[in-house]
């Protein structure tokens, strides 16, 4: 674990493939060199400078956008994406960082999942001392998520299912199974009601992560109608998932070179892009915007559709915050409206 030194962020002016993204609606803007193959993305936004004194690379009172990317060779590398500055490289993994994940609550803590069946708790303001290590997977762990209100942790590997531990007490609460292939990737919705798992069964599955209830499956489904039968993993295996910040949303990166844009309450996507060898996607904290990283050793970014949420919505994301499943179960309301409120009205 340590410091290093700046490297140098690239901007891409394709004009070609910017405006082919466009035409799309969505358009690549910046590029980072990371070196390796990235694996995992996690954005965070750090204090304004005056506040502290670890990084002078970001404007006076500004707060600082930090990208964390996980690396092939084991390191986690921590950028500031508006200068492309290295903040950090954390070191401690034996293999691949497969995914990373911040602490929503503004705390400087990083979780990462490893190939080397382990989860890994970094605390960066600290100097990215490394203060916990999870272990208890028997295959690789390809993805952990925090839940927005810090609650849970869920991990996924290749055991054809999801763990949800406590963040409290790093024990665990459940076992999610329902794929029928190694899960890849997860999520957890803004107000931590929802929790969606990817696999390479090309399917996401939609959990209440309180009751463990599967509420949605979303099937992707090639564009193109010639498959390769003979391979062991399908052209639409997935890599990744992620909510956007309305909870509105979904962004998936799949095997078929698509990145595509799903609707929370549709079974097929509102839109896509091409890409290739996408490994993993992450959306900006505020919208907007996307991040996908590559076997290239890059990371791009994307424009990604905006909404205005409705007031039915906001009130839901609102009470959701911070009460539980079985707390709004509990509520003497009428029955449709805690199916509304526990996201069983699709």
């Known amino acids: 674990m340590g410091l290093e030194g700046s490297c140098k962020a690239s901007e891409r002016k394709s ?14 803007e910046k590029t980072l060199e990371c070196g390796q193959i990235v694996w995992g993305l996690a954005f965070s936004t750090w204090p304004a400078a005056e506040e502290r004194e670890t990084d002078p690379t970001c404007p006076v009172g500004l707060p600082c956008l930090v990208l964390a990317t996980g690396l092939n060779d084991g390191q986690i590398k921590v950028w500031e994406v508006q200068t492309g500055h290295l903040l950090f490289s954390l070191l401690g993994h034996q293999d691949v960082v497969r995914d990373l994940s911040f602490a929503p609550n503004g ?22 001392r490394q203060v916990q290590v999870l272990s208890g997977h028997v295959q690789w762990v390809y993805c952990c998520s925090i839940s927005p209100d810090c609650s849970m942790l869920c991990s996924c590997s290749g055991e054809k299912s999801a763990l949800l531990w406590s ?22 919705s803004p107000d931590s009601a929802l929790l969606v798992t990817a696999s390479y069964d090309a399917c996401v599955i939609m959990w209440d992560p309180y009751t463990g209830e599967q509420l949605r499956t979303l099937r992707h489904v090639p564009l193109h109608s010639t498959l390769d039968y003979s391979s062991e993993i399908h052209t639409s295996s997935l890599r990744s998932v992620c909510f956007s910040p309305e909870g509105l949303y979904l962004a998936t990166v799949a095997d ?17 892009a091409p890409m290739t060898n996408g490994l993993c996607c992450i959306y900006f904290p505020h919208g907007g915007f996307i991040a996908t990283g590559t076997r290239d050793g890059h990371v791009q970014f994307w424009t990604a559709p905006r909404v205005l949420s409705s007031l039915k919505h906001l009130c839901r994301k609102a009470l959701r915050t911070f009460l539980t499943t079985y707390q709004v179960l509990a509520l003497p309301i009428p029955r449709k409206l805690k199916e509304f409120l526990t996201y069983r009205t699709f």
Do not use: N
Not at 20 to 27: P, Q, T
């Open 256 to 272: 078929d070179r698509l990145l595509r844009i799903w609707a929370l309450e549709l079974r097929s996507p509102v839109a896509f």
């Open 167 to 188: 963040m409290r007490s790093y024990t665990l609460i459940r076992r999610l199974e329902g794929h029928q292939s190694s899960v890849v990737s997860c999520d957890f």
């Open 15 to 28: 004009r070609g493939g910017k405006a082919e993204a466009r035409s799309r609606g969505v358009a690549k």
């Open 107 to 128: 705390s400087p803590i990083l979780v990462s999942a490893s190939r080397d069946k382990t989860l890994r708790v970094w605390d960066l303001s600290r100097d990215g």
